[in-house]
């Protein structure tokens, strides 16, 4: 005679065994998705980590971007390839990730991540990269590489977050970044989330010299567009304001001595870029 613990035990293998037999399946059927979408043309999408337990999960969901498909395609595995930055498990929703579906991977070509702020989720908000050519504003809807003529750019941050290098995000949203927005008033693109390209910089920046400044002198240095510091020589130690920006949340203080007196300059710059 079978006893009762015996019984419980064997429908709890039956569960496990129905469980897994779903789970594999989902996950078959994505991967087969995959090879429909076997394409050399790079495109861009949205990514979420698959945190599920078993033996075919743990891979990513990817969702292309202005496709108007709210469908998923499923990947066991994202391969950087040459690409030195890799993506953030626990934010992964926070990325834009450019590339092509090969078997069950997706082999990343390009990596953005939004700056940090409060979007607001619209359906109608397209993901565009901006262009100036001989002095002409225009955008690229990406995926579907529609072009439209606009005005120039709206973005918030520049405006809304503390202590944020001005200069460094001009030349961002112009040169290096996706941005997820709508065509506005006098045809201006209002851009509601702005994705940096990664690495940044591009390139590792110089090593800065090791001065050796005369008593009561201290280095001094400026910050140029791509956040590098370059070094301005010697001065004079002068009275400095002790008044110490704080940043908005999911931005870090940095901070270096700058002319003419030596006194700390400040910025706020996305936690995620601050080594």
Known sequence: MI?????IF???????????????TENTDAVEKVKKHHTKKTLYYTLRKDY???ASCGGWFLKQVNSGDSKEIYVMALDYDKHTTTINDTNSDQYVVGGTLKKDQFHVSDITRCLPAIAKKDSKLRY?????EKKKDYIVELNTGKKEKVSGVIEQFSTNVSHIHKEWLEAKVKTDSILLGAIGKKKFLEASSVFIRLPDPKKPCKALPLPK????HVPAFSRQVDRCLKFE???????CTLSIPVCDTNYSLVSFNSKPNGC??????PSFLVN
Do not use: F, W
């Not at 020589?233 to 009275?239: K, L, T």
């Not at 700390?264 to 710059?269: A, G, H, I, R, T």
């Open 128 to 132: 565009y990269v901006y262009h100036n």
């Open 233 to 239: 020589g010697c001065v004079a130690e002068g009275i």
């Open 3 to 7: 006893s009762t613990k015996s019984i």
């Open 264 to 269: 700390p300059k400040y910025y706020c710059d």
């Open 213 to 216: 400044c005369t008593a009561g």
């Open 10 to 24: 064997i429908l709890l293998l039956l569960v496990i065994g129905i469980y897994a037999t779903e789970t594999v």
């Open 52 to 54: 599920r337990k078993c």
